[in-house]
């Protein structure tokens, strides 16, 4: 699957007109390598999609907030996420890959230059767990900083890594609804498991990834951020995943900000999800 140019990415037009400062709260940078080179041990090499493009279609869907999140393809090298950053600290905000070698400075050069969270893979095809001693290293150092741990963990783990998360200290984030499979349906343990953790005060979910579980329109999704949404209406947070790691198939994503109504029902609550929820965990208005 090739990534589109910006002038393709500047044609999409949802239906849906998202509210002022809404947030797109996990989307990516790849690159460009020729500046920002990829990690020799890394698991996929994806094309360019360097800061131009996700600029281009925040435009063009009417995003005016993002968290842009390291891609384990760049490893802990965080240099394109912070050149991102850079071009307007107010709106944007990162969220890091970091290991052991990082010194307070670089902890402190990733706050300055706008990072307010690490995120871990636990996804097979990713690699797999973490190294345990270095997870909780890194959660320790992490705290002071009033940071939070982004996990990215396959549906069948939810249950097993279900203790583990209960017993973080700091706010933690479950990327796209938890990877649960649509086709089991909103009854099936993993997501029941999800339901549960979406309880926690400290716990966030973001109603990304509809793309993956979905296919086009992608309503095959919608009850699953329903019960989100329901369950935490002021810890659920929503992202496109631009551009879309791993995928078979080309996301629209006009289509999937025109989902949006259909699971947050009224302006308050697509307010919530969308500007109020990621201002408070992100700091957008400090």
């Not at 500046?35 to 698991?43: G, H, I, S």
């Not at 009417?62 to 950053?85: F, M, P, Y």
């Not at 994503?253 to 929820?277: C, H, K, M, T, Y």
């Amino acid at each position: 699957m090739g990534v589109r140019n910006v002038e393709e990415l500047q044609r999409l037009k949802p239906r849906f007109r998202l509210p002022p400062a809404a947030c797109d709260a996990h989307c990516h940078v790849f690159g460009p390598q020729a500046k920002f080179p990829f990690a020799p041990n890394r698991r996929y090499t994806p094309e360019d999609a360097p800061k131009e493009m996700l600029f281009a279609l925040h435009r063009a869907l009417g995003i005016e907030r993002s968290v842009i999140v390291q891609a384990s393809c760049h490893g802990t090298d965080n240099a394109a996420l912070l050149d991102a950053i850079a071009m307007d600290p107010s709106r944007l905000r990162g969220v890091a890959v970091v290991d052991d070698s990082f010194s307070d400075a670089d902890f402190r050069r990733l706050h300055e230059g706008g990072v307010r969270g690490v995120r871990f893979n636990f996804v097979r095809h990713l690699g797999g767990a973490p190294d345990a001693a270095i997870f909780r290293r890194v959660i320790d150092r992490i705290k002071g900083l009033g940071w939070h741990v982004v996990l990215h963990l396959d549906a069948p783990d939810i249950v097993p890594l279900g203790e583990m998360m209960r017993r973080l200290t700091l706010p933690f984030v479950i990327d796209h609804m938890g990877r649960v499979d649509s086709a089991l349906g909103v009854e099936q343990p993993a997501f029941q498991a999800l339901l549960h953790l979406a309880r926690i005060e400290t716990c966030w979910i973001k109603v990304s990834g509809a793309e993956r579980i979905s296919k086009a329109p992608y309503h095959a999704a919608l009850p699953f951020a329903r019960a989100l949404l329901n369950v935490s209406p002021e810890r659920v947070l929503w992202g496109t995943d631009f551009p879309h790691p791993n995928l078979n198939h080309e996301p629209n994503e006009a289509a999937l900000v025109d989902l949006i109504p259909s699971f947050a029902s009224g302006e308050s609550a697509q307010r919530r999800v969308l500007v109020d929820n990621p201002a408070r965990l992100y700091g957008f208005d400090e």
